[in-house]
C-alpha cells in the first residue's frame, strides 16, 4: 500500500523538526522547503489536506525555515518566510518577533515596534518583546536626536 501524499508531507515536517533541532539546517531548510512544495502542490490540484497541513504545521514550518536564512544573515528572505508564517497564522507572535528583530537590526525601527506590540497583544508575557519592545524606543529617540 502507497503512502498518501498528506501522510508523507507529515513524515517529512517531522524530520525537517528533527533536523532544525539538532542544528542541522541545510538538511532541515531542505525538508522544509520539500514539506511546503507538497503542500502547494497538493493545494494547486484540489487534494484535500485536513489536518496534515494544519495552519499551526505551516507557519511552524516558515517561521523554522526564516529562522535558518536569518542565521545564514538572508534577512530578507528571512522576512520573507516570517510573513508567510503570520499570513498563514495570524495569531502565532514567534514570527512576528522574529521580523521585528530583523527590522530593528535594519534600523526599521517603526515597522519593529508594530511586529513587537502586536507580538504583545498577542502574548503580553513575552518578555524578550519587551526588552525588545523598549531598546526599540530608545534607539529611535536617540536617532531622532541625531536628525536622521
Known sequence: MEAQPEQDGRATLTLAHAHFQTGDYAEAERLYAAYLCERD???????????KYSP?????AYNNRGQIKYFRVDFYEAMDDYTSAIE???NFEVPYYN???ILYRLGYFDEALEDFKKVLDLNPGFQDATLSLK????????KQRRNY
Do not use: C
Not at 135 to 142: G, M, R, S, V, W
Open 41 to 51: 502542490r497538493t493545494a494547486s490540484v484540489g487534494a484535500s489536506h485536513g489536518g
Open 56 to 60: 499551526e504545521d505551516l507557519a511552524t
Open 88 to 90: 498563514v497564522q495570524p
Open 99 to 101: 521580523r521585528g528583530l
Open 135 to 142: 531598546q526599540t524606543i530608545l534607539d529611535k529617540e536617540a
